[in-house]
């Protein structure tokens, strides 16, 4: 025997191991726990709750993000921003493809990535709170996804009636909100969630007249 034993870090071992992380991984670190914390507590929680989850000082915290605004600038990338690939809108106006093919792709892509409770409570706190991040998020999704699905629905739309951003957020909403029923009413999900979708889309294309070779 050596005479070491094992024993776990005191405090102030502890906390020099976490002060040892490479810059990076810290802010990393930060962002990934300021995601689950603003999703528990709202967009009002205090950064120095934050730092004592994170175990480091407040005054660290704001040597990686200078003020609160900068670190929710985070969250929001990404919670929202880096989870939209910039591949979908081409994929979306391909039409080598039917246009239900192309919705059902993008939407049981998309619906996997944002059906979870982080991203469902931080988007409903940032809307009760009046914050930026919901209108810049929609602002960007109208833009760069539903105007194409809308131009594509138009390309295909037979009778009178042609279709208008209204009818794509009905889409849209009626599809999240299978996640906000989860995880924001704290209701069963449906036993499908894919089927659901396809019926949504369904529902959608035949409104138009669009159908499903089409």
Avoid: C
């Amino acid at each position: 025997m050596d005479g070491r034993t094992d024993r776990a870090q005191t405090p102030a071992e502890d906390a020099a191991t976490r002060r040892r992380l490479p810059p990076e991984e810290r802010r990393q670190q930060i962002v990934d726990e300021a995601v689950r914390f603003f999703a528990e507590v709202g967009l009002d929680g205090k950064t120095r709750d934050l730092a004592k989850r994170l175990g480091v000082t407040q005054s660290l915290l704001f040597n990686y993000f200078a003020t609160k605004d900068d670190l929710i600038e985070a969250v929001y990338e990404k919670v929202y921003l880096d989870r939209l690939s910039p591949g979908w809108p081409d994929r979306l106006t391909d039409r080598s493809l039917p246009l239900r093919v192309r919705l059902l792709a993008f939407y049981t892509e998309y619906s996997a990535l944002i059906f979870e409770r982080e991203w469902m409570r931080i988007f409903m706190f940032s809307g009760l709170a009046g914050a930026a991040l919901n209108h810049r998020y929609l602002k960007h999704l109208g833009e760069v996804i539903l105007r194409p699905v809308l131009a594509e629905t138009a390309a295909l739309a037979r009778g009178a009636r042609q279709p208008d951003m209204e009818d794509i957020w009905n889409l849209h909403g009626g599809i999240v909100y299978v996640g906000i029923r989860q995880h924001i009413y704290r209701m069963p999900p449906p036993d499908d969630p894919d089927a659901a979708i396809a019926r949504a889309v369904d529902k959608y294309l035949s409104y138009f007249g669009i159908r499903p070779e089409d």
